[in-house]
Nanobody, 120 residues
Framework: QVQLVESGGGLVQAGGSLRLSCAASGSIFSINTMGWYRQAPGKQRELVARVTSGGSTNYADSLKGRFTISRDNAKNTVYLQMNSLKPEDTGVYYC??????????????WGQGTQVTVSS
């Protein structure tokens, strides 16, 4: 199994920055796509950004220019740098990974979520 541990959430004022981290551990043969999703109160979970093992990225259109996703393959870790934060960015941010625990198995894994609160 693959475990994901997120960190870096918290309370920040509008205009501030936060950096989220998500480290994958456990039985890992390889990791393909790593990404972040978020869920605001009363809303559905939505994609924030994803990055492939080759470094290709895609972002929610509304977040381009403010958020940057990156990964360290040697550490099995994905990061989300969030700048110019707005109150509407408030929510629980979830790490998501497509990984192979073994050569012949694939799985889709979620972290426990980290709360981001942006005050106005």
């Amino acid at each position: 199994q693959v475990q994901l541990v997120e960190s870096g959430g918290g309370l920040v004022q509008a205009g501030g920055s936060l950096r989220l981290s998500c480290a994958a551990s456990g039985s890992i043969f390889s990791i393909n796509t790593m990404g972040w999703y978020r869920q605001a109160p009363g809303k559905q979970r939505e994609l924030v950004a994803r990055v492939t093992s080759g470094g290709s990225t895609n972002y929610a259109d509304s977040l381009k220019g403010r958020f940057t996703i990156s990964r360290d393959n040697a550490k099995n870790t994905v990061y989300l740098q969030m700048n110019s934060l707005k109150p509407e960015d408030t929510g629980v941010y979830y790490c998501n990974v497509d990984a192979q625990p073994t050569r012949s198995t694939w799985g889709h894994y979620w972290g426990q979520g980290t709360q981001v609160t942006v005050s106005s």
